[in-house]
């Protein structure tokens, strides 16, 4: 016994919810292509390159990964006023470690200075009370009070000396960081925005390396990278 075609499906086409012959249901890839975004079955998934790097620690045209405090040490000397090219994570907090050591150490004397200052100070308004009208000189600081001024100005032209030293190769390595995290480096200005710059910069500055920042490298260095 025959059945009569059911009116409600066209002659030549499946049923509701079944893919026509030869294609993938919805949703699905056809037979023997992977699915959008995955790499066929078999096949590894295509993953970018990682950017270039020095091989070299003497190679000053390419990041150097994976630096040590020594080799960041002498790279961030030599690029005094590099402003091109780019700097890796490790080479840039090796470089801040570097600066914050250098800073401090006027910085503790400074500190010393005015403790002993604040501690003369009082001494020597607890002895006037005690002597005066013996025709005790207080203008004369004594050996102690000499002393602590000398402590206290060496302090602050050691840091002055300081800062003005380490100023420009800070920003190079900066402006280099941000380009190896793929940004330019003019985005190191952001600092001067208030209470937010500084933290918008330092996640910045965290961020890992990426391939696009070699858009940055001078010619010559992406000719050489070939």
Known sequence: MTYPPNPQVPSGQPPYGQAPYGQA?????????????QAPHGQPQWVAPPPRG????????????????????????KQYANFSGRASLSEYWWSSLLTTLLMLVPTLLITVGAIMTAVSAAAA???????SGSGYDFADPGPMGFGVRVLLIAGVVLLLVAWVALIVPSL????R?????GFPGPY???????????????????????????RFDRPSQVSSGR
């Open 125 to 131: 308004a607890a002895e006037e009370r005690d002597l």
């Open 188 to 214: 190191y200005f952001l600092t001067l925005v208030p209470s937010v710059g500084s933290i918008i910069v330092l996640v910045l500055m965290l961020l890992p390396s990426k391939p696009e920042g070699q």
């Open 172 to 175: 190079a390595i900066a402006w």
């Open 54 to 77: 020095a091989s070299s620690p003497d190679d000053l045209t390419l990041p150097l990964y994976g630096a040590t405090f020594r080799q960041a040490t002498k790279r961030f000397f």
């Open 25 to 37: 249901p919805y949703g699905q890839a056809p037979y023997g292509q992977a699915p959008h975004g």
């Open 177 to 181: 960081r941000l380009h190896d995290a």
